[in-house]
């Protein structure tokens, strides 16, 4: 059982915008920065957001970060085939004092 | 750009270590804004972050609880990269294990902000069976 919690699945269609939520608690998403990955089949996860809200360069605006709480959320607009991936959430937990992350989100495209 | 190349073999008997290197390029392993990092991943128990190396003056590390007892990351300056070695491994510890350079900023050793894991390598499938 992962620390944060994230929906298993999710899907949309084509154009469309979707959220992905991630749930924690004080120690975790209530205190420190939180992260978004993606991770394409057969790859190794890539950051697509940091420090809540932030997104490296090279990655396309439609991703976006936000964070309330004890809770984040990630939503990707104008919805493309090749967003088809796994996503999660990481953040740093202070009671384990180590990084924890979400189960996992798989975004279907339909 | 950074590039993360690990190397190690796929297959560790039971009660053996498992030894990983991570060969960076496009970056230094004494670099003051990176913390060098092992995770893995598996069905069973998601992605894992088993612990990270840094240098601030000297050179810190910090582990998982799940694995402190039997984990060791080093640097090799000389080589440019760094090393997991996980003793007494079993075969839960069977997982695709990852480097990954995490963007940082600390001071006097300790890591006050994180920037997210931005460059990995491409994992190797470590699988622990006799």
């Known amino acids: 059982q992962s620390v944060l919690t994230q929906p298993p699945s999710a899907s949309g269609t084509p154009g469309q915008r979707v959220t992905i939520s991630c749930s924690g608690s004080?120690?975790?998403?209530?205190?420190?920065?939180v992260n978004w990955y993606q991770q394409l089949p057969g790859s190794a996860p890539k950051l697509l957001i940091y420090?809540?809200?932030q997104g490296p360069s090279g990655v396309p605006d439609r991703f976006s970060g936000s964070k309330s709480g004890t809770s984040a959320s990630l939503a990707i607009s104008g919805l493309q085939s090749e967003d088809e991936a796994d996503y999660y959430c990481a953040t740093w937990d202070d009671g384990l004092n180590g990084p924890v992350f979400g189960g996992g989100t798989k975004l279907t495209v339909l | 750009q950074v590039q993360l190349q690990q190397s190690g073999p796929g297959l560790v008997k039971p009660s053996q270590t498992l030894s990983l290197t991570c060969a960076i390029s496009?970056?230094?392993?004494?670099?003051?804004?990176?913390?060098w990092t092992w995770i893995r991943q598996s069905p069973s128990r998601g992605l894992e972050w088993l612990g990270r190396t840094y240098y601030k003056s000297k050179w810190y590390n910090d582990y998982a609880v799940s694995v402190k007892s039997r984990i060791t990351i080093n640097p090799d300056t000389s080589m440019n990269q760094f090393s997991l070695r996980l003793r007494s491994v079993t075969p839960e510890d069977t997982a695709v294990y990852y480097c990954?350079?995490?963007?940082?900023?600390?001071?006097?050793?300790?890591?006050?902000?994180?920037?997210?894991?931005?460059?990995w390598g491409q994992g190797t499938l470590v699988t622990v069976s006799s």
């Open positions: 496009g970056d230094s392993v004494s670099s003051n804004s990176a913390a």
């Open positions: 420090s809540d809200n």
């Open positions: 004080t120690s975790n998403i209530g205190s420190n920065t």
């Open positions: 990954a350079r995490e963007g940082v900023y600390s001071a006097r050793g300790v890591i006050i902000t994180s920037y997210g894991l931005g460059s």
